[in-house]
């Protein structure tokens, strides 16, 4: 009979010490799952809203390499990513005569390592001593500021004096004003008035 109550004792003791530990790992799990529901949800949130920015980007000398105008920048920590509402973007070069990037939209992601815009994208600088003034409209383009470079793989349409192009596809090295146009070009001879 000692034996009997002795082994139904032993049973209760691990079963509650189950019972324990299982809770306690319950619970454990429930703290970490909403840590991580709620780390996830603040990411989702944008961390900084700005409303008229002039915001200028300078290099090492203090020279400035950009200009970025927004009337609204919304930040997210996740990436590192900024939506801009109808942005101007002005990349300094050596030339004289800046790049000017527009649009309804654009996204930076990764600080600004990428700047993608869309819709009534508009593209131009003014003539300089080795390039024409030049007016490039696209639906998407992906500025990359550090290289100054851009790129679409969409449809443009070129404007240079007594020249329009039409392309699929385009790159452009705004440092030095290079353009090189992918595929499906058409060009046509504009007499002036």
């Given at each position: 009979m000692?034996?009997?109550?002795?082994?139904?004792?032993?049973i209760?003791?691990?079963?509650?010490?189950?019972?324990?530990l299982?809770?306690?790992?319950w619970?454990?799990?429930?703290?970490?799952?909403?840590?991580?529901?709620a780390?996830e949800k603040?990411?989702?949130?944008?961390?900084?809203i700005?409303?008229?920015?002039?915001?200028i980007?300078?290099?090492?000398q203090?020279?400035p390499?950009?200009?970025?105008?927004?009337?609204?920048?919304?930040?997210?920590t996740?990436?590192?990513?900024?939506?801009?509402?109808?942005?101007?973007?002005?990349?300094?070069?050596?030339?004289?005569?800046p790049?000017?990037?527009t649009?309804?939209?654009?996204?930076a992601?990764?600080?600004?390592?990428?700047?993608?815009?869309?819709?009534?994208?508009?593209?131009?600088?003014?003539?300089?001593?080795?390039?024409?003034?030049t007016?490039?409209?696209?639906?998407?383009?992906?500025?990359?500021?550090n290289?100054?470079?851009?790129d679409?793989?969409?449809f443009i349409?070129?404007?240079?004096?007594?020249l329009v192009?039409?392309?699929?596809?385009?790159?452009?090295?705004?440092?030095?004003?290079?353009?090189?146009l992918?595929?499906n070009?058409?060009?046509?001879?504009?007499?002036?008035?």
């Amino acid at each position: 009979m000692m034996i009997a109550q002795m082994t139904a004792k032993h049973i209760t003791i691990s079963l509650g010490l189950m019972i324990t530990l299982f809770l306690a790992g319950w619970t454990t799990f429930l703290s970490y799952h909403r840590e991580t529901v709620a780390i996830e949800k603040l990411a989702s949130l944008p961390d900084a809203i700005m409303e008229d920015v002039i915001a200028i980007i300078l290099d090492k000398q203090g020279k400035p390499t950009m200009k970025v105008i927004t009337p609204k920048l919304v930040h997210y920590t996740e990436n590192d990513t900024t939506n801009l509402n109808t942005p101007e973007l002005i990349l300094y070069r050596k030339s004289p005569q800046p790049w000017y990037v527009t649009s309804k939209y654009a996204k930076a992601t990764q600080g600004i390592e990428n700047v993608d815009f869309w819709d009534n994208v508009i593209i131009h600088h003014a003539a300089d001593q080795t390039n024409p003034a030049t007016v490039i409209k696209t639906a998407t383009l992906t500025v990359h500021p550090n290289q100054q470079t851009a790129d679409t793989a969409d449809f443009i349409t070129m404007l240079q004096p007594n020249l329009v192009v039409k392309a699929t596809g385009m790159h452009a090295d705004m440092n030095t004003g290079d353009i090189k146009l992918l595929s499906n070009t058409r060009g046509e001879y504009v007499p002036s008035s």
